[in-house]
């Protein structure tokens, strides 16, 4: 059956095509699409994302365990092996290879499963029409022809056509470089117009800033505008810290890895061993000493601490963020909600005196009323004061609210009047009052006036009220008003709001404190108020800096100034940004905390985004964490459980590392001066297939306190110094162990083979419980299931020389004496790693 074609795939200019006709070629309706017909074109049409996303399934998955190189050459070099008839090693040899792999794959897939349905529970969500009803549903499941319902804060899911708008103004910036939202209405416009010109189109990757609209679509995912765009840019997010340091160390252990491994086989093949077990023994050997595990281990890692991370109320939307949230030094916050109980209350409605006023009240409640703008917990508090509409007040239009004028307007009918009535942040007030209403009667605005308001404002905001003013005229009847029309107003009074702190608010506060993390305050009230609330919550003698201060810096003074500010008053969306990026600038891991429209861009600034869930769509999006609560207990939880993942990704390293360059360095000499092979390929790989086993635990590890109580950074020196000194001292043990084996116990090649085996498979799953911690190890407890699967292996290793299977493998049993010999230098070994791990850490410090 040939595959479903749309007629509209191709449709172009669609902005200059009248709604209706564009509705019929979609084969659409103003009641949105059917059900079926939707489920239909997700099926043609893919889901509604920048990229193809094809689902991994366990099959590929088990199968992406085999794209490394050194693993295809290794499973090659098997074929020769079986080529030439040597079945027993081919068939050993697949066996270990195809267990590593099942063993990464069980892991790595419940990890998947377990990111996958965490990041689901906070999707972003669009509202369509589906079968004449609203419904929400995923964005990614948008398709051709859905009638999408938009408001304030909504992330634009697709590109299309306006059908119906009231007072929408959209923020396209990252497509247009606007700078300020631009209000889009239905219509036609020209074929040739330009993006910026194409005022009836809404587009994805877009957000809208205030009122609300009902768009039609009409091309999706990697159709839009911002899809074909993507496929011309590089859209992967840039990488962590952490991510980078990993990569380089794991292409610098690999390169210099498999130049020794050339090395190896090239020496063997002149001292006239078999070039065939030379071939494989030197690729066998390059697959046990390259940091494999690594990928896994990081990912096992990283999606058990998202299931942590859960537990306490924290979501994460980003795996790769979460190093940098163990990481965060600096937390920028707004104190509503955050710092505050965020139920804001309006106390007070007073007129020009400071006295209470039901008319000051009354214009404020149809103000809040009857805007449809960005909802927000001031309009709530009006709205709460009164519970029945004003009647007879009919809504005639809007000017919406917008972070420049910071004020609000809406034009009223009453009986045979039309009022405009502004309300906002009382200096932007002032600037359009020409008027004031003093003991009931109208006065011109003088500067005794201006002295006296400025006077009760700041009295207020030191008891820590936000105070907004409200002003309103009568206008003249007209189609529509603008802002031009906000100008001769008379004032009329104050609103005065209060947020009390939170309770144990200081306490929190203390604690990030205590894990290193610096609370910094971005708030768009005014200095006084922004002080009452740090002086309330624990701020001793806070620094406070202002916007307009602000913008009388350099980038490089701010750069210096940030660090030391506490408060940022008054600041809009850009001086947001520009604090992250000059903190960032300075070194520090910042986080930053958001749930409004004008967050998106420092959340997106910053090193770690923070959102909660009833943010707006767009703040969500941005965001690499999303809280179910809006709480820094919640935060100060998910911080201890990132540094817990960041320290067990790194005891991984630490073991790769140290592991990996000594047998590096014992493999090569043993090939020089032995007449055999010291280990088979096989005894190679099967000593990577035991170690990997204790080693996939990691993530339940326990990890010390003393490494969550501060932030931590990906250090390359550090590890290439931990490298430089443990890879050593477990090459000296493994020469001890060469030297016992053949001139002490004289041992033959099968009884060398096998010694040396469990020396290496226990030394090197007993090592780690000293390099895990800098405690000494009886200090540090591990989890009992990396304790049970180490005792499982040793126990492996101790068997299979017993065993029938020690003739296939090229094993021979050991006499007590020898096994008494070797758990002798494994002690030794672990203890000369416990004193030497101590004195390590010790020059770390005294170099700090």
């Known amino acids: 059956m040939p595959a479903q074609t749309f007629p509209f795939e191709n449709l172009s200019n669609y902005w200059n095509i009248e709604s209706q006709q564009l509705l019929q070629e979609l084969e659409s309706t103003t009641?949105?699409?059917?059900?079926?017909?939707?489920?239909?074109?997700?099926?043609?049409?893919?889901?509604?994302?920048?990229?193809?996303?094809?689902?991994?399934?366990?099959?590929?998955?088990?199968?992406?365990?085999?794209?490394?190189?050194?693993?295809?050459?290794?499973?090659?070099?098997?074929?020769?092996?079986?080529?030439?008839?040597?079945?027993?090693?081919?068939?050993?040899?697949?066996?270990?290879?195809?267990?590593?792999?099942?063993?990464?794959f069980v892991q790595e897939y419940r990890a998947s499963n377990a990111a996958a349905r965490l990041k689901a529970q906070v999707n972003v969500k669009t509202k369509v029409l589906r079968d004449g009803q609203e419904r929400t549903i995923p964005t990614e499941e948008v398709v051709p022809g859905d009638i999408v319902l938009l408001s304030a804060g909504s992330l634009i899911p697709a590109d299309?056509?306006?059908?119906?708008?009231?007072?929408?103004?959209?923020?396209?910036?990252?497509?247009?470089?606007?700078?300020?939202?631009?209000?889009?209405?239905?219509?036609?416009?020209?074929?040739?117009?330009?993006?910026?010109?194409?005022?009836?189109?809404?587009?994805?990757?877009?957000?809208?800033?205030?009122?609300s609209a009902k768009a039609l679509i009409v091309t999706t995912g990697t159709q839009t505008f911002f899809g074909r765009t993507a496929r011309r840019l590089s859209l992967r997010p840039p990488e962590t810290e952490f991510e980078r340091g990993i990569r380089k160390l794991g292409n610098l252990l690999t390169e210099v890895m498999l130049v020794l491994v050339i090395i190896i086989f090239a020496v063997n093949v002149f001292f006239h061993k078999p070039v065939l077990d030379s071939l494989l023994f030197s690729i066998a050997l390059a697959v046990g000493l390259t940091p494999q595990l690594l990928p896994a281990i990081i990912n096992i890692n990283l999606a058990?601490?998202?299931?942590?991370?859960?537990?306490?109320?924290?979501?994460?939307?980003?795996?790769?963020?979460?190093?940098?949230?163990?990481?965060?030094?600096?937390?920028?916050?707004?104190?509503?909600?955050?710092?505050?109980?965020?139920?804001?209350?309006?106390?007070?409605?007073?007129?020009?005196?400071?006295?209470?006023?039901?008319?000051?009240?009354?214009?404020?409640?149809l103000n809040a009323y009857f805007q449809t703008g960005i909802s927000n917990p001031l309009d709530e508090a009006i709205l709460a004061c009164m519970h029945s509409p004003v009647p007879g007040a009919e809504k005639v239009d809007e000017i919406p609210y917008d972070f420049v004028?910071?004020?609000?307007?809406?034009?009223?009918?009453?009986?045979?009047?039309?009022?405009?009535?502004?309300?906002?942040?009382?200096?932007?007030?002032?600037?359009?009052?020409?008027?004031?209403?003093?003991?009931?009667?109208?006065?011109?605005?003088?500067?005794?006036?201006?002295?006296?308001?400025?006077?009760?404002?700041?009295?207020?905001?030191?008891?820590?009220?936000?105070?907004?003013?409200?002003?309103?005229?009568?206008?003249?009847?007209?189609?529509?008003?603008?802002?031009?029309?906000?100008?001769?107003?008379?004032?009329?009074?104050?609103?005065?709001?209060?947020?009390?702190?939170?309770?144990?608010?200081?306490?929190?506060?203390?604690?990030?404190?205590?894990?290193?993390?610096?609370?910094?305050?971005?708030?768009?009230?005014?200095?006084?108020?922004?002080?009452?609330?740090?002086?309330?919550?624990?701020?001793?003698?806070?620094?406070?800096?202002?916007?307009?201060?602000?913008?009388?810096?350099?980038?490089?003074?701010?750069?210096?100034?940030?660090?030391?500010?506490?408060?940022?008053?008054?600041?809009?969306?850009?001086?947001k940004e520009r604090i992250i990026l000059a903190l960032k600038k300075m070194g520090h891991v910042v986080g930053y905390m958001g749930d409004g429209i004008n967050d998106a861009p420092?959340?997106?600034?910053?090193?770690?985004?923070?959102?909660?869930?009833?943010?707006?769509?767009?703040?969500?999006?941005?965001?690499?964490?999303?809280?179910?609560?809006?709480?820094?207990?919640?935060?100060?939880?998910?911080?201890?459980?990132?540094?817990?993942?960041?320290?067990?990704?790194?005891?991984?390293?630490?073991?790769?590392?140290?592991?990996?360059?000594?047998?590096?360095?014992?493999?090569?000499?043993?090939?020089?001066?032995?007449?055999?092979?010291?280990?088979?390929?096989?005894?190679?790989?099967?000593?990577?297939?035991?170690?990997?086993?204790?080693?996939?635990?990691?993530?339940?590890?326990?990890?010390?306190?003393?490494?969550?109580?501060?932030?931590?950074?990906?250090?390359?020196?550090?590890?290439r110094r931990f490298m430089l000194i443990f890879g050593p001292l477990s090459s000296v043990f493994d020469y001890v162990t060469f030297a016992v084996l053949l001139w002490f116990l004289k041992a033959s090649e099968a009884q060398f083979q096998t010694g040396w085996f469990i020396e290496s498979v226990l030394s090197a799953m007993f090592v780690v419980f000293a390099v895990r911690t800098r405690l000494p190890f009886f200090r540090s407890h591990p989890s009992p299931l990396m304790i049970g699967t180490t005792l499982a292996s040793a126990l492996v290793t101790f068997v299979l020389p017993y065993s029938p299977l020690a003739k296939a493998l090229g094993f021979t049993p050991l006499p007590f004496f020898s096994l008494l010999m070797l758990l002798v230098i494994i002690l030794m070994y672990f203890v000369s790693a416990e004193w030497t791990k101590r004195w390590f850490y010790r020059s770390a410090q005294n170099r700090e």
């Open 304 to 365: 058990r601490g998202a299931r942590g991370m859960a537990v306490h109320g924290v979501i994460v939307r980003r795996l790769s963020s979460i190093e940098n949230f163990g990481s965060m030094d600096i937390l920028c916050t707004d104190k509503t909600g955050t710092l505050t109980e965020g139920v804001v209350r309006l106390d007070h409605a007073y007129d020009f005196h400071g006295q209470d006023s039901e008319e000051v009240k009354r214009q404020a409640w």
């Open 405 to 575: 004028r910071k004020r609000l307007s809406v034009v009223v009918q009453e009986e045979n009047t039309r009022t405009l009535i502004c309300k906002g942040a009382l200096e932007n007030v002032l600037s359009i009052c020409t008027h004031a209403l003093v003991d009931d009667a109208v006065q011109g605005l003088t500067s005794d006036h201006l002295a006296e308001i400025q006077s009760r404002y700041t009295q207020w905001s030191a008891q820590g009220y936000r105070v907004l003013g409200i002003a309103s005229r009568v206008v003249e009847v007209k189609p529509a008003y603008t802002q031009e029309d906000e100008s001769d107003l008379c004032f009329l009074g104050f609103l005065l709001f209060f947020d009390p702190p939170k309770e144990g608010i200081k306490e929190t506060i203390v604690r990030l404190h205590g894990l290193g993390i610096r609370l910094k305050i971005i708030t768009g009230d005014n200095k006084l108020v922004a002080a009452h609330i740090a002086e309330s919550i624990g701020f001793e003698s806070a620094k406070i800096l202002t916007g307009r201060e602000m913008d009388e810096l350099s980038d490089e003074a701010l750069w210096h100034i940030a660090e030391q500010t506490d408060i940022f008053a008054q600041v809009d969306p850009n001086q």
């Open 160 to 211: 299309g056509i306006l059908l119906e708008a009231k007072d929408f103004f959209v923020n396209q910036a990252v497509l247009t470089g606007e700078t300020f939202p631009v209000e889009k209405q239905p219509g036609v416009v020209s074929s040739e117009a330009p993006l910026s010109e194409r005022s009836n189109c809404v587009f994805m990757g877009t957000s809208v800033r205030s009122g």
């Open 602 to 719: 420092s959340l997106h600034s910053a090193d770690v985004g923070i959102s909660v869930e009833n943010a707006v769509d767009v703040a969500k999006d941005a965001a690499d964490f999303v809280l179910l609560k809006r709480d820094l207990d919640v935060l100060d939880e998910g911080v201890r459980e990132g540094r817990k993942i960041f320290a067990n990704t790194l005891k991984y390293v630490f073991m790769a590392v140290s592991a990996n360059f000594g047998n590096m360095f014992s493999v090569a000499g043993a090939s020089l001066f032995l007449p055999f092979l010291p280990l088979l390929p096989k005894q190679i790989l099967l000593i990577n297939f035991l170690t990997d086993f204790p080693e996939m635990t990691i993530a339940t590890d326990h990890v010390d306190e003393v490494y969550v109580e501060r932030p931590h950074r990906w250090d390359v020196d550090f590890i």
């Open 31 to 104: 009641h949105g699409l059917s059900t079926e017909t939707a489920q239909e074109r997700l099926k043609h049409f893919g889901k509604n994302t920048l990229e193809t996303q094809t689902e991994l399934t366990p099959i590929g998955l088990f199968l992406n365990q085999f794209k490394s190189p050194i693993i295809l050459i290794l499973l090659v070099a098997t074929l020769i092996s079986a080529f030439v008839q040597d079945w027993t090693d081919a068939v050993i040899i697949l066996a270990i290879i195809f267990g590593s792999a099942l063993l990464s």
